[in-house]
């Protein structure tokens, strides 16, 4: 995975290696402890914890141009990771900081008792999730279609890897109906309800009892 290590004062190289893990692990510990003990609040700083880290990854991979995902994409080929390097790393990079962004804001919902406040304003405007998640679907698409080290190192990779290709072109058409729904809402909230009512069907008529 990134390095986050620009954001944090060490120097070795070593404590980069685990520091993510040791945040994810935490994070996770945090949330529960308080799932168990029933205490709301510990479970939204673990999943605060989470979503920074989320977002130092995301800032990093923008910044470094680079992501390793750490997957391995064919055992008989190559030992090597998905290696992503510029426009693919930086779709990547905006992933991870959209996906912290998200968990940070849902940390506070929780945290400071917001949830009533929340499903009222998701339910006047559904737009703020769906298009987050339009883009979330987009840069996943963009950031497999722009290839990386390996996926075009040679006809049999490219042979290999042809289902994430498929896969992502199917996922950016889906991208981008999502992103443009709620853009849409967004823009248009009230001609976005007229169309939402008019899709809903007509009552059932009522049988007269005799």
């Given at each position: ?149 390996q996926m075009n190192a040679s006809v049999l990779m490219f042979i290999v890897t042809l289902p ?43 049988v007269l009892s005799r």
């Open positions: 995975m990134v390095s986050i290590g620009k954001y944090l004062p060490m120097k070795n190289k070593k404590y980069r290696v685990y520091l993510l893990p040791a945040i994810f692990l935490l994070a996770v510990a945090l949330v529960y402890i308080g799932d168990k003990l029933v205490l709301s609040r510990m479970q939204a700083i673990g999943a605060a914890i989470l979503g920074f880290g989320l977002v130092a990854v995301g800032l990093e991979s923008i910044r470094a141009r680079y992501f390793d995902i750490g997957v391995d994409p064919g055992n008989l080929l190559s030992s090597s990771r998905f290696k992503f390097r510029g426009t693919g790393a930086i779709f990547w990079g905006l992933l991870f900081l959209t996906l912290g962004l998200g968990t940070v804001a849902a940390a506070g919902v929780i945290f400071f008792d917001l949830g009533g406040a929340a499903e009222r304003l998701l339910s006047d405007r559904p737009g703020i999730v769906i298009a987050p998640l339009g883009f979330i679907f987009l840069c996943t698409a963009v950031g497999w279609l722009s290839g990386d080290e994430h290709r498929i896969g992502a072109v199917i996922t950016l058409l889906f991208a981008l109906a999502v992103l443009g729904v709620g853009l849409f809402e967004l823009v248009a909230p009230e001609a976005f309800d007229q169309i939402v009512a008019s899709l809903k069907p007509p009552p059932a008529p009522k």
